[in-house]
């Protein structure tokens, strides 16, 4: 089995471990943070009950607060997703936030749904009947309340992106000879880290691997996210320099040092920085006819 070298801990200190369990971090962020705001308001509602003097049986602000977090969580990865495709970034700003708009209708609807059926599931396991109350009134109530958390996901969606950006850098194509020139191979990487830009050439960078919706170019020992994907930087980079080798990888030519064929048909690439990577069969005779 190929092993590939864990370069993420060629990056230093505590961005090379936030690199590390960047995944890890981003989704645990989520129920983390909601798991306290419903402990802290299911304890208010506890408190206010007992100072109104109404009797409440202790676990129903509980199940009340962390129903809604459950649900929530599948409307968050939702969100995500849907923002892939309407981008607030894009050029099409107004039908995106149009788009987004109308998508906070969908993410209250499964919220409020999925919500009142957790909740009258397990009222009914206790013996007891849920009341939700009037639905068109309960439903634009909830709505209200919904809008602004779509906000407030969306708006820490792209704080988080900007920030985590500036930190570890991220990466543009600079396309010499005129922009907008689509057939002209980018010679250049317009890289911007912690408030600075420079400039990195495309023959400094070893291999290209992929990383969710960036693609991680590796130079010299560091890392340079790249927003793109690995068909767009097959078109951008020149193809008798990088080569596709895998469904995940572009090498560079100039930096392999060796290549080890494994008895399953595919191989093993071995770059000058010590990584080994995969070569797959789908791209094993293209690989070959590059370096004859």
């Not at 971090?25 to 129920?31: F, K, S, T």
């Amino acid at each position: 089995m190929t092993k590939t070298v864990k370069t993420d801990a060629r990056l230093p200190g505590l961005v090379g471990w936030y690199r590390r369990y960047q995944r890890l971090l981003e989704w645990a962020y989520w129920p983390f943070v909601h798991s306290i705001q419903a402990n802290l308001s299911a304890t208010s509602v506890i408190m206010e009950y007992t100072r109104r003097g109404t009797p409440i049986d202790s676990w129903e602000p509980y199940l009340w607060e962390f129903s809604s977090v459950a649900t929530a969580m599948l409307g968050i990865w939702l969100i995500v997703q849907f923002d892939r495709r309407f981008s607030l970034n894009s050029k099409h700003i107004l039908r995106n936030v149009a788009a987004h708009a109308a998508f906070s209708l969908v993410f209250s609807a499964l919220h409020v749904v999925g919500m009142v059926i957790i909740r009258e599931w397990v009222y009914q396991q206790m013996g007891r009947n849920y009341d939700f109350g009037d639905w068109s009134f309960e439903a634009w109530y909830e709505y209200r309340k919904d809008a602004m958390t779509y906000l407030t996901i969306v708006g820490t969606l792209y704080i988080y992106r900007f920030v985590s950006s500036r930190i570890i850098g991220e990466a543009s194509l600079i396309a010499d000879g005129g922009a907008g020139n689509e057939n002209q191979f980018a010679e250049r990487f317009l890289v911007r880290k912690l408030g600075r830009d420079f400039l990195l050439k495309t023959t400094d960078v070893e291999w290209i691997g992929a990383d969710g919706n960036y693609m991680n170019m590796y130079a010299a020992g560091r890392i340079y996210p790249i927003r793109e994907t690995m068909a767009g930087l097959e078109k951008r980079l020149d193809g008798d320099v990088f080569v596709r080798v895998h469904r995940s990888h572009i090498v560079s030519l100039e930096f392999v040092e060796s290549v080890t064929p494994a008895d399953s048909g595919d191989a093993v690439i071995r770059m000058r920085d010590g990584t080994e990577l995969r070569l797959s069969r789908r791209f094993r005779d293209k690989f070959r006819s590059k370096i004859k």
